[in-house]
């Protein structure tokens, strides 16, 4: 096997951790907003799962989290389409080594495209997950909105690790390298 052929195959299982992880994230979070509008009460009621910290209930949300740019769904539908863009670019730019970012990439994609579809279909998006300490509410949320948390939260760990620096000033140091060689060829 030639080495286009080992690094082909090393990209393709990038591309095919990614797509998996999105796929399953994004099923996750289609399925338990089917499963909420079909099983919650859409008057608001609460149903608890464990006393004074967790509850189901059904809430729309017609911004983003913590229900900022209520109502302006087309610019959210943009951002959503921009970051999703960013998202492809990343993993593009990633290297094969980088399972965690791989990892991070395919819940960001899958969270982006459940609340991005539900947004530009219903233009709102469905949320059931509400926690809670006693009286103190944090936000409703949904599955896709864990998984676009988690996926930014693993990308910060994947930056900080000493491989990913290591790679990031192996590739700036070549890229210096190429700019002087067109540099030299030129002069």
Not at 111 to 138: K, M, P, Q, S
Request: with cysteine.
């Amino acid at each position: 096997m030639s080495m286009d052929e080992q690094k082909g195959q090393t990209v393709a299982k990038k591309w095919w951790l990614f797509s998996i992880v999105g796929i399953v994230s994004l099923a996750l979070d289609l399925g338990t907003k089917y499963w909420a509008k079909a099983s919650l009460s859409g008057d608001g009621t609460a149903v608890s799962v464990i006393d004074n910290f967790w509850d189901w209930q059904l809430a729309f949300n017609r911004g983003s989290a913590f229900s900022m740019f209520t109502g302006q769904w087309l610019f959210l539908t943009v951002v959503g389409v921009i970051a999703l863009f960013a998202v492809f670019w990343m993993l593009h730019q990633a290297g094969v080594d980088q399972k965690l970012n791989h990892w991070a990439l395919g819940l960001i994609a899958g969270g982006a495209i459940g609340n991005l579809g539900e947004r530009i279909v219903y233009r709102e998006v469905t949320d059931f997950v509400v926690w809670r300490y006693y009286e103190h509410r944090w936000p409703t949320f949904n599955i896709a909105d864990m998984c676009l948390v988690i996926g930014v939260c693993l990308l910060l760990v994947d930056s900080f690790r000493p491989a990913t620096k290591a790679r990031i000033a192996a590739e700036k140091a070549e890229k210096l390298r190429k700019k002087r060689e067109k540099r030299a060829k030129r002069g």
